[in-house]
């Protein structure tokens, strides 16, 4: 185990280059997290609801040279009335200390369920979107990326 | 001396009625993790932005939670559509209680 962190600490400082302020390092109890974890928070939300693969877009690069800032950018087809429309989106990250990456609610004004933000990996790792429906359908959608250096999530 | 968090907001100069617009936001802030040690040793204190609000003619029309997961200098963007020109206001929150906050006019070409 510290063996692992020192590793990970070197890679965090090659990260930030030579001008960070701060020699960093990682607490010696830093655990990654799993495919395990994200799992069980999804189904600590949602039980045994099914969840569609359709109609979440999740785009991220396939390759992270800087797992500090990676681009992420998810759509939603919905008409976006007030009958029908999308509720939230919950992004996750399976490989990060905390899987919960962000949520994000929106309303039919948005015209577009769409949101583009930036978020921290720690290593390569599947990131997952669930989305919410009105009616109370949920979607799903899942996409692998590498992470050449990890981000300290 | 206190780091200034000052917003920057991307809208549209015009809108017609009815288009869908993206709106693109950006706050300088280092978005710590509370996951990382000093380098005398001692861990540095999670201090995040955990929420992002966007209120057009003081209706709510998007919002996001973050968590530490999300990168410093936190960027969000979305999409607004309206029949009408207004005040876009958005409200980013501290772990800390302070509010960031910024706006913005849309207006409406004929």
New interface residues.
């Given amino acids: 185990m510290t063996a692992e962190s020192d590793a990970f600490s070197r890679r965090e400082a090659l990260a930030l280059g030579g001008s960070a302020a701060?020699?960093?390092?990682?607490?010696p109890d830093?655990a990654l997290g799993d495919v395990a974890s994200t799992e069980a928070e999804l189904k600590r939300l949602y039980g045994e609801r099914p969840m569609e693969e359709s109609r979440i877009k999740l785009d991220l690069p396939p390759i992270a040279e800087n797992g500090?800032?990676?681009p992420v950018n998810i759509e939603v087809e919905s008409p976006?009335t007030d009958e029908d429309h999308v509720k939230a989106v919950h992004l996750f990250?399976e490989g990060?200390?905390?899987p919960?990456?962000?949520?994000?609610?929106?309303?039919p004004?948005?015209?577009?369920a769409?949101?583009?933000?930036?978020?921290?990996?720690a290593k390569t790792q599947t990131v997952v979107a669930v989305c919410e429906m009105s009616s109370g359908a949920l979607h799903v959608a899942r996409a692998e990326i590498k992470v050449t250096i990890g981000?300290?999530? | 001396m206190a780091d200034a968090h000052i917003p920057k907001v991307r809208v549209p100069k015009e809108v017609k009625p009815g288009e869908i617009v993206e709106i693109r936001t950006l706050i300088p802030h280092e978005m710590e993790t509370g996951r990382r040690i000093d380098s005398q040793g001692t861990p540095v204190p999670r201090k995040i932005i955990n929420s992002f609000v966007a209120r057009f003619n003081g209706r709510e029309v998007f919002r996001a939670d973050w968590h530490p997961s999300v990168s410093a200098n936190p960027y969000q963007s979305f999409f607004l559509k309206t029949t009408v020109s207004g005040i876009l206001d958005f409200m980013w929150k501290d772990d800390d209680g302070t509010e960031y906050i910024s706006s913005a006019q849309l207006k409406l070409s004929r």
């Fill in positions: 701060l020699a960093l390092a990682l607490a830093f500090l800032v990676v976006m990250a990060n200390p905390a919960r990456v962000a949520s994000f609610y929106f309303t004004a948005n015209g577009k769409a949101t583009s933000t930036r978020i921290r990996l981000g300290c999530g």
